[in-house]
T-cell receptor, first 109, second 115 residues
């Protein structure tokens, strides 16, 4: 079966760095997406990786290792507004997204 | 309008009633999707449409139907609602399907409660 695993909840301090991990087992791989979802709102796109390595976009970076079925989202200089759920999704062999349950990130002052 | 709109924002529905959730996008995207989101579970695909006039079943299609008469609209119908269909429903769209960078963009969601 297809499976996406990520931690349920993480806590971090304002100004710090946090890494949210995602491991996956899917039928085929056509890229991995990270989305941010604030409580009561729609998911919004953060990043896309299809090749191994690190993609940096401002305070957010995303890493992919296809051989290990592993990705992480790195958030630097955390701000209170980063409190949200972070969703990992893999595009499978049919280009359909398989979603993890999301990681709720709590930022403390 | 800009992006994707959904209606209604929220709804309380009696079991057995028929309900249509509306979704409209103005980005001229070819592909559209319906997901449900339940606590502790990832987004689950209900139905999708790769282009106007075509639809397909996702992971959890039972009890739901869709149509795609034109590019902009993708309504989701619950023929006879049951309490297990209580969920938050998101409509999404992407420019196309089959390209690695086809990012999906989401509407604001409809919170549906079936009693």
């Amino acid at each position: 079966g297809q499976n996406i695993d990520q931690p349920t909840e993480m806590t971090a301090t304002e100004g710090a760095i946090v890494q949210i991990n995602c491991t996956y087992q899917t039928s085929g791989f056509n890229g991995l997406f990270w989305y941010q979802q604030h409580a009561g709102e729609a998911p919004t796109f953060l990043s896309y990786n299809v090749l191994d390595g690190l993609e940096e976009k401002g305070r957010f970076s995303s890493f992919l290792s296809r051989s290990k079925g592993y990705s992480y989202l790195l958030l630097k200089e955390l701000q209170m507004k980063d409190s949200a759920s972070y969703l990992c999704a893999v595009s499978d062999s049919n280009y359909q997204l398989i979603w993890g349950a999301g990681t709720k990130l709590i930022i403390k002052p | 309008i800009a992006g994707i709109t959904q209606a209604p924002t929220s709804q309380i529905l009696a079991a057995g009633r028929r309900m249509t959730l509306r979704c409209t996008q103005d980005m001229r995207h070819n592909a559209m999707y319906w997901y449900r989101q339940d606590l502790g579970l990832g987004l689950r695909l209900i139905h999708y449409s790769n282009t106007a006039g075509t639809t397909g079943k996702g992971e959890v299609p039972d009890g739901y139907s869709v149509s795609r008469a034109n590019t902009d609209d993708f309504p989701l119908t619950l023929a006879s609602a049951v309490p297990s269909q209580t969920s938050v429903y998101f409509c999404a769209s992407s420019e196309s399907v089959g390209l690695p960078t086809d990012t999906q963009y989401f509407g604001p969601g409809t919170r549906l409660t079936v009693l």
